[in-house]
């Protein structure tokens, strides 16, 4: 019975048998690896072997007849496949490439920013820090850094890197935000009693505020920054860098505590009205509700005055790399957003306050026109009486 390959199975074999002539004539081509030749002859070759011996008997060829001669001749599959291995790279088992270590991005620069006063003396803190205080670059008055370590007067810029030094860089705030530079963890605590010792209206554990960040840097970087989750990629760190990030991260860790104390009176005016949904009526004082009058006030004004939340940076005025620096912590940290949420709940108080204030008037003024009442009720009972004892004294 004689035996007929499918059609596709004589393609297979035709070209295989084609390739092997080729490289018979060229055995330079097939023993030396190249990018193209190896992988399609090696593939021709395994796609020949494993075809059927009936297929191969189509072409008149016998299990030890000139293919398995070729075979035999030459090297190992493995081997081949080895040398084109290490020729042009392989892919892992799942698709994609090897993961390659970019060797130009430096250790990272933690970043912690702290808020646990309301007022800093930054005079005070800089004339008894002065070998560590660094001259400041632009006209801001409200905050100074200070370098610990190295107190050489150069400065970190294009020259030098603040990855892997033992430098720490302090900037400290007149509001009474803290953020440290390549501060390790056991260190912390000794750069904020520095501060301390200057501040005023410290506040307590648990509403003092805190948050952490991460600075990259890589010369080789093709951009001047790029951004990621939880960090920002720079080619280099420099005094100004310091500066501008700083200034972010010190007003996004004092509005955290600022939306704290907003969201505690937001709290207070609930229950309230829950009471007074409850009873129809409220119980709260005058002086507590004047009390909460003035926290809300001094709590906006303290967010557009002393944060300058609306107020730009120097520095980001002067150069376009560090306005993009500031631009984008602005928008990571949300800081448009999260004051725009604080403002809708102070108009939530303030709301609730003018209607505190509006029953407690009312309250006053029932109680005033009472008075005035028995005021006149007692008055009338005086004349009845004076009239009374005259009509029985003439009598």
Not at 127 to 153: A, C, E, W
Not at 257 to 274: A, K, L
Not at 366 to 379: Q, V
């Amino acid at each position: 019975m004689f035996f007929h390959p499918s059609p596709s199975s004589q393609t297979l074999i035709l070209r295989s048998f084609r390739t092997l002539i080729s490289l018979s004539s060229n055995p330079i081509t097939l023993f030396t690896p190249t990018h193209h030749a190896v992988p399609h002859f090696h593939q021709t070759l395994t796609r020949f072997s494993h075809s059927s011996p009936a297929d191969r008997q189509f072409f008149g060829f016998s299990p030890n007849g000139v293919i398995s001669k070729w075979f035999s001749s030459l090297p190992p599959a493995a081997a081949v496949v080895d040398a084109v291995e290490r020729d042009v790279g392989v892919e892992d088992e799942s698709g994609g490439e090897d993961d390659v270590v970019d060797e130009d991005v430096k250790p990272s620069i933690p970043v912690k920013a702290y808020f646990f006063s309301t007022s800093v003396n930054l005079k005070e803190l800089t004339d008894q820090n002065r070998p560590n205080y660094i001259q400041p670059t632009s006209r801001m008055t409200n905050y100074v850094v200070l370098r610990f370590g190295n107190t050489k007067p150069e400065s970190i810029g294009l020259g030098a890197s603040l990855s892997g030094s033992d430098n720490v860089y302090m900037v400290v705030f007149q509001y009474g935000s803290v953020v440290l530079f390549n501060s390790r963890e056991h260190e912390t605590e000794r750069y904020l009693k520095i501060v301390k010792e200057h501040a005023s209206g410290e506040l307590s554990e648990q509403e003092m505020r805190k948050d952490e960040y991460e600075v990259k840097e890589k010369p080789t970087l093709e951009t001047w920054m790029e951004g990621g989750l939880d960090y920002i990629m720079l080619q280099y760190l420099n005094i100004d860098g310091i500066r501008t990030i700083g200034s972010v991260l010190g007003q996004s860790v004092a509005l955290d505590y600022y939306v704290w104390q907003v969201d505690g009176m937001v709290g207070e005016f609930t229950d309230i009205n829950r009471g007074m949904e409850k009873t129809g009526t409220f119980t709260m004082k005058r002086k507590k509700l004047f009390q909460l009058v003035g926290k809300a006030n001094s709590n906006l004004a303290d967010v557009i005055l002393k944060l300058g939340l609306f107020e730009r940076s120097d520095i980001a005025w002067k150069d376009a790399k560090y306005a993009q620096i500031w631009e984008y912590l602005r928008d990571e940290f949300e800081l448009t957003q999260r004051f725009a949420s604080l403002d809708f709940k102070l108009k939530f108080v303030e709301h609730n306050i003018r209607f505190l204030q509006e029953i407690l008037q009312n309250r006053k003024s029932d109680f005033l026109e009472w008075l005035i009442i028995i005021l006149i009720g007692a008055e009338i009972l005086i004349s009845v009486y004076d009239i009374a004892h005259k009509s029985v004294t003439s009598l």
